[in-house]
């Protein structure tokens, strides 16, 4: 669950930015049509497919909620903000954000397949989602919106006969930060955080392909500072 040291959304703003999301009339409904694995108003798949299609299976570890209150600001040059709350979703945000990262994965052709079971000779993803944070900037002229999305993916290899360990073949973190103009009736953060959501999975498909971890018929690639993409460990924060 997300938390906060900040005030939260207000119940009756609450209501009404999740009234936006809808269609008219749909607030008289349960709130089971906020899932964004499943409403396309929230979230809209990538259609990421790559170019080279990987030949290396891939296990996808359970998501991992990373997230953290300790750093979040309570206001902004003097103004308050509010923090959304993970309770309007039907489901746990890391049961969300985990189904849609398996499936875009499962689309992409980044791996030969994915895999229920983890082998040895498997690679293995270890996912963690770092922010998943949405809600609201007071400010003279209304208010803001916001949302942020930050994923972490560390891919192991397979196991090492010698020391029965997997290495680390790469560690990125991608992130996307959205925020609105002032307004008096701004978008819903609900549905804001759904293109940061998207356009952090763009990142991370991309940031994958990139790095040929899926493709063991690619050498290691010297990039001219001294890592080999395709094999190396790769440690950085992505937020371009």
Same mark, same amino acid.
């Given at each position: 669950m997300q938390a906060h040291r900040s005030r939260s959304i207000p119940a009756a703003l609450t209501?009404?930015?999740?009234?936006?999301?809808?269609?008219?009339?749909?607030c008289a409904l349960p709130s089971r049509t906020l899932d964004m694995a499943t409403n396309e108003r929230l979230y809209l798949d990538v259609a990421y497919q790559t170019r080279i299609p990987g030949d290396r299976e891939l296990f996808?570890?359970?998501? !991992? #909620?990373?997230?953290? =209150?300790?750093? +979040?600001?309570?206001?902004?040059?003097?103004?308050? /903000?509010?923090y959304g709350s993970d309770g309007v979703w039907e489901r746990p945000v890391?049961?969300? !954000? #985990?189904?849609?990262? =398996?499936?875009? +994965?499962?689309?992409?052709?980044?791996?030969?397949? /994915?895999?229920?079971?983890?082998?040895?000779?498997?690679?293995?993803?270890?996912?963690?989602l770092e922010k998943f944070t949405t809600g609201a900037v007071e400010a003279v002229g209304g208010a803001r919106a916001f949302a942020e999305v930050g994923l972490r993916l560390r891919v192991l290899g397979a196991v090492d006969a010698g020391t029965g360990e997997r290495p680390v073949l790469y560690d990125e973190t991608f992130s996307e930060r959205q925020i609105t103009e002032p307004s008096m009736r701004p978008v819903s953060p609900y549905l804001l955080v759904g293109v940061a959501?998207?356009?952090?999975?763009?990142?991370?498909?991309?940031?994958?392909?990139?790095?040929?971890?899926?493709?063991s018929f690619v050498p290691a690639i010297d990039d001219g500072r001294g890592n080999a993409t395709a094999t190396a460990s790769a440690s950085h924060e992505a937020s371009r």
């Open positions: 209501l009404f930015l999740i009234c936006g999301l809808l269609l008219p009339g749909a996808v570890a359970p998501l !991992v #909620d990373a997230r953290t =209150a300790d750093d +979040l600001p309570v206001h902004d040059r003097g103004f308050p /903000i509010s890391r049961d969300m !954000v #985990d189904e849609i990262l =398996a499936r875009q +994965l499962g689309d992409s052709g980044l791996f030969h397949n /994915i895999v229920s079971k983890a082998s040895p000779q498997s690679l293995v993803l270890a996912p963690s959501l998207r356009t952090t999975m763009q990142k991370t498909l991309t940031g994958l392909d990139t790095s040929n971890v899926g493709r």
